[in-house]
């Protein structure tokens, strides 16, 4: 950046600001001449990635996912795309008496959507490249090896003109990225809640989240059956359960805004709550389940829809609790 007020909130978030000079910071500059200044100046760095502010609702995941691309899969260049499902036509002049013809359909086969694969465009978000590769081979952003990386539609958010900011603004509140949140999630499993039965399906935004499932001492004969079945670590708690957690809070160095715990043991929530002051939520059961079930959860800073979705069973129910 060449805007000092600009520079000064970067760095209070501790990013590391490359001064752009006046050749490259007017207003018919493109991010291929900064970047290539970047490169001259810093010949160190061997990938680069180019992240377009304009897509609010790119995640760590994206990245790191499409990272691996360049790094692991030896691809030149690595772009972000989306699928879409619109059908195109030829754009004629206005007044002449040309007809418009169809560009990727056949009208007389017209297809449903679900039986099309649809298109994949470029949706603007990011752009990886080999250093070397563009400095010394390339004057392009894309060209090598080239691979794309495919993000979801939700996620795929340009903001262009005026009108997409309201479209932005609530797309952004309900798939936005806002920090880690929480790293560790406690989970009650022993008891009437589960019957004994549970499963777990992650989201892609919980790579680097650690589950652990409590079990009681009168249900440790389970424990290896809960960690086949869901991948988690379980973990036998003791009458004093708190106690037992600390323990392992304090052992991965995590501060109790970073941990959530889940279950229908009221007593050891109200003793979780005198570490932290998190929202909790109650969820009871579907339809069939045994009453009162109630799950409670407590959570920060992200959806529970993006940190995990857990489906809870119960006996003879083929509904989920949450």
Known sequence: SNHDEIKEVAKSWKVEVHPRSEKVSSDDSTSLETIQEFLEKHPEVTVVCNIQATSPCLHPFHIKNALKKITEDRYDSVFSVVRRYQFRWKEVKKGSDECTEPENLNPAKRPRRQDWNGELVENGSFYFMFGGFLMFVLDSLQGGRVA???????????????????????????????????????????????????????????????????????????????????????????????????????????????????????DFLNLFLTFQNLLIRGCCGGAGAINPLKAFLIKIKISFTSLLFWCLWVDCVSSSVL
């Not at 399906?201 to 650690?210: F, W």
């Open 148 to 266: 794309y990386f495919e993000m979801e539609p939700e996620h795929s958010v340009d903001i262009d003109v005026d009108i997409d900011w309201p479209v932005a603004e609530q797309r952004v509140l309900r798939y936005g990225y806002f920090g880690g949140g929480v790293s560790l999630m406690f989970c009650e499993v022993s008891g009437c809640l589960t019957a004994g039965r549970v499963s777990s399906a992650k989201s892609r935004d919980t790579e680097l989240l650690n589950v652990v499932l409590l079990i009681s001492e009168e249900d440790v004969l389970r424990q290896m059956h809960y960690k086949l079945m869901t991948g988690c670590e379980a973990m036998v708690v003791g009458e004093d359960p708190l106690k037992d957690v600390q323990s392992m809070v304090e052992k991965k160095k995590l501060d109790w805004n970073d941990v959530a715990y889940m279950g229908k043991n009221l």
